[in-house]
């Protein structure tokens, strides 16, 4: 994997369009991005990564208690922030993402999860990602969590990966080592094709291992998904014990 960088993003994208349903009752009144953890909206823990990266403009969806999102993103100083409107029609994780492509621009841009961050370890992981991105063969690129080093995670975890970090998927009866974290570095040439309307990301996630284009790189520190009320205790608490 190269580790000069050869291109740097400018344009990320926060995914926080969704329900929230299984953050319930936490989120029948607020939001789900917009959550505290340790005094920090699960937003702004997103954002701050992001600025601290070097990104300067972040793309925010809307959807469930939309004007409360709206809000709060565009109070967030050191990103321009922009809104992409899915009040009408929630569209899934890739058709949120296709709707927001003309904003984010035809370089590669950030993807973040809300709900999902680190507690960084020696090298800050967008950094990483940054670094390893390579145009001639990626059209995505995902910061992977070892599943041995994830709070707030009980799957089977989700690919295998080579020694070029070229990533497939499980096979439905066994487990894998890594775990998509909710953060990626995609190449807007990914979307080509797609449907229109809702569809998931899984959808491109199958396109680029059928093409030989999705790869990953290991994360350092300690993940931690906030899905449930569960995952914010646990989430929490990880925190306090980081801080000890």
């Known amino acids: 994997m190269p580790k000069e960088i050869s291109f740097h993003p400018k344009s990320a994208m926060v995914l926080s369009a969704g329900l929230g349903k299984r953050m319930r009752p936490l989120t029948a009144t607020t939001p789900k991005p917009l959550i505290e953890v340790d005094g920090k909206s699960m937003f702004a823990r997103a954002a701050t990564r992001l600025k601290d990266a070097g990104l300067e403009t972040c793309v925010v969806n809307v959807?469930?208690?939309?004007?409360?999102?709206?809000?709060?993103?565009?109070?967030?100083?050191?990103?321009?922030?922009?809104?992409?409107?899915?009040?009408?029609?929630?569209?899934?994780?890739?058709?949120?993402?296709?709707?927001?492509?003309?904003?984010?621009?035809?370089?590669?841009?950030?993807?973040?999860?809300?709900?999902?961050?680190?507690?960084?370890?020696?090298?800050?992981?967008?950094?990483?990602?940054?670094?390893?991105?390579?145009?001639?063969?990626?059209?995505?690129?995902?910061?992977?969590?070892?599943?041995?080093?994830?709070?707030?995670?009980?799957?089977?975890?989700?690919?295998?990966?080579?020694?070029?970090?070229?990533?497939?998927?499980?096979?439905?009866?066994?487990?894998?080592?890594?775990?998509?974290?909710?953060?990626?570095?995609?190449h807007p040439r990914l979307f080509k094709d797609t449907p229109e309307g809702p569809f998931s990301l899984n959808l491109l996630f199958d396109k680029a291992i059928e093409n030989g284009r999705l790869f990953g790189v290991e994360g350092d520190g300690l993940w931690l998904h906030v899905g449930t009320p569960q995952g914010l205790d646990d989430a929490e608490r990880a925190i306090a014990n980081s801080a000890n």
């Open 63 to 186: 959807h469930y208690l939309a004007d409360l999102v709206e809000a709060h993103a565009r109070r967030f100083e050191g990103l321009d922030v922009k809104i992409s409107d899915e009040r009408e029609e929630l569209l899934d994780t890739g058709g949120g993402i296709k709707k927001a492509l003309p904003i984010l621009g035809t370089d590669p841009f950030i993807l973040k999860n809300s709900d999902s961050f680190w507690l960084e370890g020696v090298k800050p992981n967008l950094d990483l990602l940054v670094e390893t991105w390579d145009d001639h063969q990626m059209d995505m690129l995902m910061l992977l969590a070892p599943a041995v080093n994830a709070v707030g995670y009980d799957g089977k975890g989700d690919f295998l990966m080579d020694d070029e970090g070229k990533l497939e998927r499980r096979d439905e009866r066994s487990v894998a080592p890594f775990i998509y974290s909710g953060t990626a570095m995609i």
